[in-house]
């Protein structure tokens, strides 16, 4: 009923941008689209067309993205809209359909995204595969726990510096957990550093932290100053901290905590298992709240299975159904590291959007079985398949995409 392919030039890449454009108010100006198309290229956005007009869209950024113990392709997916003229008519299903063929031809083997609501992704094979959370602490509760020798000195850079000195602390970050997409040049300039107009009030500030003679973490922050009853209220946010060492974290956090005349500091995105929250004496004042972060697809379930690492040798045979990327429905062993098709009885049967779900380390099969997600078809399976997946830390986007 509608036709679903790659767009081909500014016009077509703009009409299905738009489809996410109508709920976010972010209509493509000339600028935007501009910079937009120089991370995600037209042929990586779908537009679903009906009688040659387009009314849906949905983009897959070309990402290399940290599995445990390595990097894999990965359809980073994004822009995903339909027009609300056209909503419950098959175009998202449509375009989930193309864009997922699409990412298998690119041997992408697994495909990302954080969902607008989590009811709409599992259908086509996505699972809820990292959780992350945000603070809002107080100023009056900033103190660390254990006292903190400072060793480092933090200055503030240009973006011009920013640009060559925060990219290898990102890399640290790439290898140190899952989750991490690798930010292109282009993606560092144009997304992470570039200065919105709209946010010139309230400019992005970048900060630097030496240590031992080499750039070890960053801050991006922005303050939002505010007065109530003659004492400040500003909100000190924080747009990302990343450090290259744990004492390089905690003394970039520290830098940041202390910041005189803000009211409450605030960061989202943060993992459960972040070093913040144990270098905190008073933890529960962050009122950490946590939701879903990626959302993760195995596209090609055996390189996906064969491409990350694992805590264990040991092997077990997943039943895995697929009902929108068939070439996946099969008896899989994961064995030593790697996956291969089987004839031998399966451990666990599941859909491909619970394997996705275990896929980073941070679901384990015992919760998947345990909400009723998955069978366990032989004794002590959830067990070994835990002890093969099982991984920390857990994993980190620390940017929607
Ligand atoms: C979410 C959105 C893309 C769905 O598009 P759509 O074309 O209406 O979806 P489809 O008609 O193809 O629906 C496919 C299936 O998903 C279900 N579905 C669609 N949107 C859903 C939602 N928000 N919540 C729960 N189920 C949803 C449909 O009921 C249908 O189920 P079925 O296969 O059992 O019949 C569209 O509503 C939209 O653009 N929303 C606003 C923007 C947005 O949230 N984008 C996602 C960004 S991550």
């Given at each position: 009923m509608f036709e679903v392919r790659p767009t081909t030039d500014a016009a077509e890449f703009g009409r299905a941008f738009n489809g996410i454009g109508q709920y976010f108010n972010a209509e493509l100006t000339e600028e935007r689209l501009e910079r937009f198309r120089q991370v995600l290229p037209f042929e990586r956005m779908h537009a679903a067309f009906e009688d040659g007009e387009i009314v849906g869209g949905a983009g897959a950024f070309p990402y290399e993205f940290s599995v445990p113990g390595g990097e894999l392709r990965c359809g980073g997916v994004t822009v995903v809209g339909v027009y609300p003229t056209h909503r419950r008519r098959g175009v998202l299903r449509a375009m989930m359909d193309a864009q997922l063929r699409d990412i298998h031809e690119h041997e992408e083997p697994i495909a990302a995204l954080w969902a607008s609501e989590e009811t709409i992704y599992g259908r086509f094979?996505?699972?809820?595969a990292a959780w992350c959370g945000e603070i809002k602490l107080s100023r009056t509760w900033n103190a660390y726990a254990q006292p903190l020798e400072r060793r480092g000195t933090v200055r503030f850079v240009t973006p011009e510096e920013a640009a060559t000195l925060f990219p290898p602390i990102w890399e640290a970050l790439m290898r140190e957990r899952p989750g991490v997409f690798r930010r292109t040049k282009a993606w560092w300039e144009l997304r992470t550093l570039r200065m919105p107009d709209e946010e010139k009030a309230n400019p992005r500030r970048f900060a630097l932290l030496d240590l031992d003679g080499s750039a070890q973490a960053y801050a991006i922050y922005r303050l939002f100053p505010g007065f109530e009853e003659g004492s400040s209220n500003a909100r000190l946010e924080v747009t990302e901290v990343i450090g290259a060492s744990a004492q390089a974290t905690a003394e970039m956090w520290r830098f940041m905590l202390d910041i005189d005349w803000y009211g409450t500091i605030e960061c989202s995105l943060l993992p459960v298992d972040h070093a913040l929250l144990t270098l905190?004496?008073?933890?529960?004042?962050?009122?950490y709240r946590m939701g879903d972060s990626l959302w993760l697809r195995l596209v090609d379930v055996g390189a996906a299975l064969s491409g990350r690492a694992y805590a264990h040798d040991g092997s077990v045979v997943f039943d895995v159904r697929d009902a929108v990327c068939p070439w996946n429905e099969s008896r899989w062993k994961l064995e030593g590291g790697v996956a291969a098709r089987t004839d031998a009885a399966a451990d666990l049967a599941l859909d491909v959007g619970e394997l996705g779900a275990a896929y980073l380390g941070a679901v384990s099969f015992a919760q998947l079985r345990d909400g009723l997600r998955l069978e366990e078809l032989s004794d002590g399976a959830v067990e070994r398949a835990d002890a093969i997946f099982g991984w920390r830390p857990l994993p980190w986007c620390p940017e929607i995409f």
């Open positions: 094979g996505y699972g809820l905190l004496a008073n933890p529960r004042r962050a009122r």
